[in-house]
């Protein structure tokens, strides 16, 4: 039976799949790296032919800040004579801006339609109206220190490694700026309040195991600070993040050095992860590598896809992951899969899980349902254990995966170091539970053989 281990860091790997020797370490606490990205306001005159005024920040691409950006343009008579709203056709025509911050800047009274000042988002474009727009600037959101229980599993003057619970977000966004990763990593590191634009913060839909990309930074120390906060959105040195739903191993920043050196292993994909999950039905074959773009779904702004084929037309990026099976749960309705990423975009495993037609259990976005999972479950057990099944299910409120191993050069020293932590009582249950149903190891021979 697959065994999991304690939380903790090894110098020396082993062999066997999951068998791991560790050593705990901790020292003091330092200051955490703060990331700047100053505000730069941006004139952009959107055109007809372009119809766009930047890239899509939604997946880490890049960080632009629109505050400023200026949109003249009359609408096309292709639009037909149908009914469509201001808003969506200002938000097609500005290609990275959310539309909520076109919705503000409508609201602030920042928009003219045919030179009258139009304030009103559902307000109804017509072909041949000419629409002036000014993007209003980012509203801060601030996250402020919280005595909140970190589960630190290294520290050191240069790097933080937590394992994240679940449901835990990682950062302040609209809604949620309180309770979130950086609220408790703030207070552990004894620092001031720091704020973040919008744009900048996630919603708690959009975590992701998405890398930050290295952008342009300064550090940034405790003195000094605040007289800077109006001329620079802050956030903590965070490299990489996981989803609201995930749990498992994060590593945060806290220099400058650092938090560069994580970001080169990232995007050169050096760094080493480990996930598990357990997915609804058992992946054919039992072992393998998809490479299979992933965009964002055009039908369902909360999710992700996996895009096949030679036409890219939802902007999908390269994704591949490499997963094996470890067990075969409950007579085949459920698997133990055991993911190694070799990119990390936003939602990987779950739009990749469901690619192969083995959505994570719990994961009610990407058809891990729990009507799903007991139509699997039902056919394949006793009568007298259906009642245990139902509430098993009824009890998922989270997809079933866990971010289980962390490998990295540290930034200062140079060393290979590597991290485990076993996944939490909730996925632990869910697992032992299946595997009374029925229990099948996959040998390494039966997966190297396919």
Known sequence: ???????????????????????????????????????TFRSVTASAA???????????????????????????????????????????????ISRARVQSSIKAGLVHVNGRVIDKVSFNVKA?????????????????????????VYEDEHVLVINKPAHMVVHPAPGNTSGTLVNGILHHCNLPNVEFSKEEALSDTEDS?????????????????????SMASIRPGIVHRLDKGTSGLLVVAKDEHSHMKLSEQFKQR?????????????????????EVPVGRDLNNRLRMTAVAGPNNSRKARHAA??????????????????????????????????????????????????????SLLRPRTSTSLHSKIIKMVSGLDRPCLHALTLG???????????????????????????????????????????
């Open 1 to 39: 039976m697959l065994s999991f281990h304690s939380c903790g860091c090894w110098r020396v790997s082993t062999s066997r799949a999951f068998q791991f020797q560790f050593q705990f370490q901790t020292s003091p606490s330092s200051s955490l790296f703060l990331s700047a990205t100053s505000n």
């Open 50 to 96: 372009s119809g766009s005024a930047g890239d899509s920040d939604y997946d880490g691409e890049r960080n632009l800040n629109f505050s400023g950006a200026r949109l003249e343009e009359t609408v096309d008579s292709k639009i037909g004579s149908g009914k469509l709203r201001l808003d969506n056709w200002i938000s097609s025509r500005i290609n990275g």
């Open 128 to 152: 041949g109206d000419e629409i002036k727009c000014t993007i209003a600037e980012l509203q801060k959101l601030r996250a402020v220190p919280e005595n909140i229980p970190l589960d630190i």
């Open 209 to 229: 195991d998405e890398e930050f990309n290295s952008y342009d930074s300064l550090a940034s120390s405790c003195e000094g600070l605040h007289s800077r906060l």
């Open 270 to 290: 050096t760094i080493k992860r480990v996930y598990v999950s357990i997915t609804a039905g058992v992946p054919a074959p039992v072992a393998g590598r998809v």
């Open 321 to 374: 992951s490499r997963y094996k099976v470890i067990e075969i749960l409950a007579g085949g309705s459920c698997s133990l899969v055991e993911w190694k990423l070799e990119t990390g975009r936003t939602h990987q495993i779950r739009a990749h899980a469901k690619y192969l037609g083995v959505p994570l259990l719990g994961d009610e976005v990407y058809g891990g349902t729990k009507n799903m999972v007991l």
């Open 408 to 450: 990295f050069q540290h930034p200062r020293t140079g060393e290979q170091v590597h991290f485990s932590c076993e996944p939490p009582a909730d996925f632990d249950e869910i697992l032992s539970q299946l595997r009374r149903i029925g229990s099948e190891r996959v040998s390494i021979s039966k997966r190297s053989n396919l």
